[in-house]
Structure formats: structure tokens, C-alpha cells
């Protein structure tokens, strides 16, 4: 592909709000996650889980970013997606005080956003009037928001963003598919930048479901990404945004060029046994990997650095290993972005890329579970597993 | 770059399964809707929608696939088998890493979400079996697993505007390269949280669906699968695949205006239409017909007959909305209407708006009303106006009818 400029950073996670946290969290990645995980959840019951291990965006106030007005039914998703909107559109200088400050009119900027749950709190909210009730008392204001795109749908209203607007689904992979939105919608000049990424939420429901299939590590079970014997994912909540133009216009316009993205790949591969719905593949991960730096006309050697998906479930951990290994040999450092901030599906997608593009400029890659943080990164190959055999990568270069 | 052709065709509706069953009803002027039974509507004041009956997914697939998915991704890989056999593909045909499968959809497995959260809310046990049915992500990895294609493998939720969504972005993808062939298209299901929410909004009709008559009284809801079958120029030439018709360009725009209503003066929608027209490079006077979103709402009628006044002017260019017969089936509903869209470019004929017994002078448009019409069509456009403002329409024409370049990135 083309390369294409991100030109600015917009981040709601687990470690702060703004691209700041990332810096500070990459600083000290343990004691990082030691925060992002240290509080006791407000979002799973306490009494029914008292076990529960799980990550929140800590002391969010919707007013301190969003104004004291206007977003009583927006659920948490969509705060969580305008504010790293909001976040993206500043640090790109494209808005300052909630006005169009560049030469990039609202017209021209659309937003390619992935989410693997959608609005689960709002579907779970009013599923519980509907259970619990009468349907008929469910409230019609907050129904549009259980719609899949209707949080994306939302940063454009906010933020008066009228190009496309695209929503992903594809499982922990849609921050990255959103990079082939963008492109695709860039190619054809139906915008000029776009939002990419994404976010998911922390809810009950989908903790229980989970744990249910035993995939979370709770209580004081090893929570390692990359380790044989980790005992599951942490689950976690997050969302990102990365602002992307066409290079030559983001320069035109006096833009700081932050980093470029300039490869794609992905892959499926169906399980070998037809029952296995859930399973992992390293194949899946070796063509994605290839895909992506055959697009981005790079070596494997080039790669500096990788952001991994490792999330601590040791079959998926492993293929992706084996994936990487098999394209990248055994000396290319991989980072697990996810060791901090535990697994927020598109989010973590979403908070890598990012996390990458701080990489490139000059943050320290981590926490490393293989080889040691480069000098200097060049290039960063970003990778999403799903848990169907899917996979998707990026490569991010200065 | 190149072009890229509908190769076959599958669908599941109210008014049956395959496309030839489909088309002959909306030819006769069928109606899908009947008394919902997929859940309790009694303590409700409507009670109608466009359901799927009868549908037994083990036609389509072995008692074993069929257990292990939800109704809604049951519907998606029947649809696409049906689509590959009216392809005339083999069962391993669509196998391999240059087969994408991009699917639209509103809501996903929203009735298997239900299940979840209702033995969450009652604190029943979780049947560990039905988590991993959970999930719009599953939709097309259903789809590419029956299959064995392994190429990209995305859900697009677009709201209403699904289809179109995920049809122009296939063809996106075959053009830049990134695949042979598409299995795209989309699908939804009633699902009972849903059904409520319209009701709550009071966008339902109380009897039927009558889209631009002066006393409609909302949409009535549906569902079903529309999958086709995308392939390039050259796949399909070298093995001598019979083309159906081809995809011109697409227009996406977005109204950021409100999260229900459409803006009041159709900007997005006016837009997606010119983009469409000129993505396509073609100008307004050679579309001969317009499949129209005309859900039956007083709302959305009106503007989108503003728009396409405001484009074709007065020219009598028949307008339809099958959506009288099937219902809304939301993020499916543009991929049925491009079923009927390539039906119309193969058949020469339109199918009727039933219901339609008012004009409506804010809807003055040539509604080819409560009977099919015999005309010569080359080239339709295929609207699609959402929630949250998504606008898409996409460019259907007789193949040799659209000049060169067309939905090519400029």
C-alpha cells in the first residue's frame, strides 16, 4: 500500500486518557499494570466475583472531556470512542477548543472504527427491563445505541465529522481491518483522513462468559502473556484512535508526520477439526505477517520490534509465537503491549497500533517477552489474533 | 484494477429460499409479513413482521454445522451455498486465500446475546456450548470455514445501510487486488429486544408497510440473508461464469446529524447518490430505475423523494421499494434489494410497492405502484439510508453497460 501519516494519537485506556499515559506506562510497564489492574472492579459484582481480576478506564469523568452537556445516553463505549476521537483530532491539530483549526474541513474527515462487542452495556441495560420488567418500558432514547456502528456513529454527530463512517467487526482483529478501510476509502478519495481503530468495553456479561470457558486468570492465578503456563486473558477495557492522512497533504498542511503506516495483511484458517470453532493457527499468523510486509515492501529483518497480541491464553499465545518465529526468525524482539493493560479485543488492537507509533518516536517497546528494546525503531509489525482462526497485521515505519 | 461481477445469487426471506423463489413473489406482489412467532407478542401493540419461516437450516448444512451456530450465521452460510451453487461453483471452488467474505449486519446474533444475558439476568447456568456462537465476528468465519476460504474475513455493521456496505467494499477489494472473489452480502434476524426497540420508537405500522403513500404508518420489521457472489473480470471470464451483472461505484456519506433521523434536508443522502453517479462515471440520465430504502416511514420517504427529485429532477424514472413485501430486514435489507436490483437488469422487470393507494405530494416520485413493470433497465442504483445517517448506494448494471474505469480509486 501507500504509506499513509498518522498524525496524531487519541487514547481512553486502563493506564489514563491521552497518549501522555501511554509514555508514562512504557516508562515503568510493571508498575503500570500494577495499576491497571490494583483496584477492585465497578463493573463486575463483587460479591458473585470476589476473585475477579480486571482492568477499567479508572476515574473517568465523561464532563472533564465532553462538557457537563449532552451525553446522559451515550453509554460507555461511545464516551470512550468520542473522547479518544476528541483526543486524536487535537494532538493531529486538526481541532483546538472544538473548532476546525487546519486546512482539514469536517466534510473531508470520516472514521474507520472497530468494536468486537459493541454497545454491551446498553444491549445488557436494556435486556434487563426487557428480563426483569416489560419490554414496553424500555427506554426509546437508549435504544439506537445497541446498534453495532452507533458508538462510531456517535464520534461523527460529536465531533461533526460528515465522510464515511465504518465500523469493523472482526473479533480481536478490527483495530488493524480498520487500517484497510482507511486505505481502501483513501484510494477512492472519499475522504482525506480518517479516525482508526477502535475500543471495546468491561462488562459482566461478557467477564462471565469468559470465565465460563475458563480464559480468564483470576484471584491470584499467573496472568503472564507468552508463558507456557499462564492461566488465561485479564480482561480489560480501552479504545483508540489514530488520525490518518495521506502523507503528502498531511505534510502540506504543516502536520507533524508522527509515523506511517504502510502494510496490511490477514488471514483465516478454517480449524482442522470441523467442531473446533475456537482454535488458534499459527499458519494463520505466518500469512497475515507475510502479507503485511509484502505490502509494506519490507524484509523480515526490518522489523524492529513487534506489538504482539499475546494476551496470557497459552494456546493462542504459542501459534502466534510459532507464527512470528516461522517469518521473523528467533532474534526480532517481540513486545506485549496487552502484559499492561490486559486484553480490551478491539481496543487493545486499537491501543497498539499506537502503542507503536510512540515506539517510532522514541518511547521504549514494551514489556518485552522475547529479546531486548532496539536502539532506535524503524519499524514496527503490529499483530491481532482472533480467537476463530483469523488474524490481521500492520506494519508501522517512521 | 478491472471489473467485478455478480456471479451468483442466494437468499433467504419471508417469501422463500433461492432466488428464483424470491423473485417470483416480489413479481406477484407477495406479501412475507405475518403474525411474529419467534417470540411473545402479546403484551405488545404490534405484532407483525417479515419472519422467516420454515426455513430448516439442515437443507443447507450437517446437523453438526447447524448446532454450532446461531439462526442468524444459519441464514449467512445457506444463503452463500445457495449463491455458489447459482454460481455454478463446486463445493471447493471458493477454497483458498484469494476468496474474501465480508458480510453486513445490524445486530448479529442478537438472539444468542439474549440467551446469554437472559441465564446471566436469572443467574441460570451458562451453557458453556453457546458462548462462542456469541459475536458479529462469526458471521463470516461461518461462512469461510464452510467454504475453506481463507482470505479476509470482516463483519460490517453499517445499521440499515449493511449491505451496501459490505457489497461496494468487496468490490473495493477485488478491484485493489486484494482478492479474486467476494461471498458478500448481508443478513439480520427479529430478535425480541430489537422488535421492542421500534416499537418504543414508534417506527412500526400497525398492519402493513406502505412505502411513499400519504398515510403510511412506519416500517414493519424483517429479516433474511442475501449473499452473492463477486468475482473479477478475469476469474470469472476464465471459467466461463455466466455474469449477472456487474457493480459499478458506490457512495458513502455520512449526515452527522442525528442518530435516528435522517437530516431534514438529505445532505448525506444526496451525496452518497452523486458519489455513486460519478464513482460509476455516469451522469443521472442514464439510471433507469431506483431500488429505494423506502422503509414506509413518514421521515425517511419524504427526504429520500426530496433527494432523488433533487438529482433526477422530474424525469419519469421508476422508483420501487420491495421493503412493502418484505419488510425492514435492517442491515440485510440493501443486500435483498440488490438481489432484486440484478433480477431487474436480467429480467427487464420492475417489482411492484404494494400497498401503495395515496400519492403523497411529498413524495412525488413514479412509483411503479402494487404491480411489476416490464421496462428496459441497464443500469440501477440501489439506495440505502440508515441510522446514525449512513448513507450507501451502489451502482448495479447489465455487464458492457458502464464505461471504463468505472469504481475504480482515482
Keep these: 500500500m501507500r504509506p499513509l501519516a498518522v498524525t496524531g494519537l487519541g487514547v481512553v485506556s486502563p493506564v489514563g486518557v491521552g497518549r501522555e499515559a501511554l509514555d508514562v506506562a512504557f516508562a515503568d510497564p510493571a508498575s503500570a499494570a500494577e495499576r491497571a489492574f490494583g483496584s477492585p472492579s465497578t463493573v463486575i459484582d463483587r460479591e458473585k466475583f470476589p476473585d475477579a481480576r480486571a482492568a477499567e478506564v479508572w476515574g473517568f469523568e465523561p464532563k472533564d472531556h465532553l462538557g457537563a452537556k449532552g451525553h446522559r445516553n451515550l453509554d460507555r463505549l461511545t464516551k470512550y470512542l468520542i473522547v479518544a476521537g476528541k483526543g486524536a483530532l487535537e494532538d493531529a491539530g486538526v481541532k483546538a477548543g472544538g473548532e476546525f483549526v487546519s486546512t482539514l474541513r469536517p466534510e473531508a474527515i470520516g472514521v474507520c472504527s472497530s468494536t468486537a462487542y459493541g454497545s454491551l452495556d446498553s444491549i445488557t441495560e436494556l435486556n434487563l427491563v426487557a428480563e426483569l420488567e416489560d419490554p414496553r418500558f424500555i427506554n426509546p432514547s437508549r435504544f439506537p445505541n445497541t446498534v453495532i456502528n452507533a458508538a462510531a456513529g456517535y464520534v461523527s454527530i460529536w465531533e461533526d465529522l460528515r465522510a464515511p463512517n465504518a465500523t469493523i467487526v472482526d473479533g480481536n482483529c478490527g483495530a488493524l481491518d480498520a487500517v484497510l478501510s482507511c486505505e481502501t476509502h483513501l484510494a477512492h478519495r472519499r475522504a482525506d483522513a480518517f479516525l482508526v481503530g477502535g475500543g471495546d468495553v468491561l462488562t459482566e456479561p461478557l467477564y462471565l462468559a469468559m470465565r465460563r470457558i475458563g480464559a480468564v486468570a483470576d484471584g491470584d492465578a499467573k496472568w503472564e502473556p507468552g508463558a507456557r503456563d499462564s492461566k488465561g486473558i485479564r480482561m480489560s477495557e480501552g479504545a483508540a484512535y489514530l488520525m490518518v492522512e495521506r502523507v503528502a497533504e498531511a505534510e502540506a498542511r504543516g502536520a507533524t508526520v508522527r509515523a506511517r503506516i504502510a502494510g496490511y495483511g490477514t488471514a483465516f484458517e478454517p480449524p482442522r477439526r470441523e467442531g473446533n470453532l475456537l482454535h488458534a493457527s499459527s499458519i494463520a499468523v505466518r500469512r497475515a505477517v507475510e502479507g503485511a510486509l509484502r505490502d509494506a515492501d519490507l524484509a523480515p529483518s526490518d522489523i524492529d520490534v513487534v506489538a504482539s497480541s499475546l494476551g496470557g491464553l497459552p494456546p493462542f499465545d504459542s501459534a502466534e509465537l510459532r507464527g512470528l518465529t516461522e517469518v521473523l526468525g528467533d532474534a526480532t524482539p517481540i513486545a506485549a503491549p496487552k502484559a499492561i493493560w490486559g486484553e480490551s479485543f478491539a481496543g487493545a488492537g486499537a491501543l497498539a497500533m499506537a502503542s507503536a507509533v510512540r515506539w517510532i518516536e522514541g518511547e521504549r517497546p514494551g514489556p518485552r517477552v522475547r529479546g531486548e528494546a532496539p536502539s532506535e525503531v524503524r519499524a514496527v509489525l503490529v499483530t491481532a489474533v482472533g480467537y476463530y482462526g483469523n488474524v490481521s497485521a500492520v506494519v508501522i515505519r517512521a | ?410
Design chain 2, 1 to 410: 484494477m478491472g471489473r467485478v461481477f455478480v456471479t451468483g445469487m442466494g437468499v433467504v426471506s419471508s417469501l422463500g429460499f433461492g432466488r428464483d423463489a424470491y423473485w417470483s413473489a416480489l413479481v406477484e406482489g407477495r406479501s412475507g409479513v405475518s403474525e411474529v412467532s419467534l417470540f411473545d407478542t402479546s403484551n405488545l401493540p404490534r405484532s407483525l413482521g417479515g419472519e422467516v419461516k420454515g426455513f430448516v437450516a439442515t437443507d443447507y448444512m450437517t446437523k453438526a454445522e447447524a448446532g454450532r451456530m446461531g439462526r442468524c450465521s444459519a441464514f449467512s452460510v445457506a444463503a452463500a451455498r445457495m449463491a455458489a451453487e447459482d454460481a455454478g461453483l463446486s463445493a471447493d471452488a471458493l477454497a483458498g486465500d484469494r476468496t474474501a467474505v465480508v458480510v453486513g449486519t445490524t445486530m448479529g446474533e442478537a438472539n444468542v446475546l439474549g440467551e446469554l444475558q437472559h441465564a446471566w439476568i436469572h443467574e441460570d447456568s451458562v451453557r458453556a456450548a453457546a458462548l462462542p456462537r456469541y459475536g458479529s465476528t462469526l458471521l463470516p468465519i461461518h461462512v469461510a470455514r464452510a467454504f475453506g476460504a481463507r482470505g479476509m474475513v470482516q463483519t460490517l455493521p453499517a445499521a440499515c445501510a449493511a449491505g451496501n456496505y459490505a457489497i461496494g467494499f468487496a468490490a473495493d477489494q477485488i478491484r485493489a487486488g486484494r482478492a479474486d472473489v467476494a461471498i458478500t452480502g448481508a443478513v439480520e434476524i427479529i430478535e425480541k429486544l430489537e422488535y421492542c426497540g421500534f416499537v418504543r420508537l414508534g417506527a412500526m405500522s400497525p398492519d402493513r408497510c406502505q412505502p411513499f403513500d400519504l398515510n403510511r404508518q412506519g416500517l414493519i420489521l424483517g429479516e433474511g440473508a442475501s449473499m452473492l457472489i463477486l468475482e473479477s473480470e478475469e476469474r470469472a471470464r476464465a471459467r466461463g461464469a455466466t455474469l449477472l451483472a456487474e457493480v459499478g461505484g458506490y457512495g458513502l456519506a455520512c449526515d452527522a446529524h442525528h442518530i435516528t433521523r435522517p437530516h431534514p434536508d438529505g445532505d448525506g443522502s444526496i451525496q452518497a447518490m452523486r458519489l455513486a453517479l460519478e464513482s460509476s462515471r455516469i451522469t443521472p440520465d442514464q439510471v433507469d430505475h431506483i431500488n429505494a430504502h423506502g422503509t414506509g416511514t413518514s421521515a425517511n420517504d419524504s427526504v429520500e423523494a426530496k433527494v432523488i427529485r433533487e438529482i433526477f429532477g422530474d424525469r419519469e424514472l421508476p422508483v420501487t421499494s420491495i421493503k412493502s413485501m418484505i419488510g425492514h430486514c435492517m442491515g440485510a435489507s440493501s443486500a435483498m434489494e440488490a438481489l432484486a436490483s440484478v433480477m431487474t437488469l436480467q429480467t427487464g422487470i420492475i417489482p411492484p410497492t404494494m400497498n401503495y393507494e395515496t400519492p403523497d405530494p411529498d413524495c412525488a416520485l413514479h412509483i411503479v405502484a402494487n404491480e411489476a413493470r416490464e421496462a428496459k433497465v441497464d443500469v440501477v442504483l440501489n439506495n440505502a439510508l440508515a441510522f446514525g445517517g449512513y448513507d450507501a448506494v451502489v451502482c448495479l448494471a447489465r455487464p458492457g453497460v458502464l464505461p471504463e474505469g468505472t469504481g475504480e480509486a482515482r
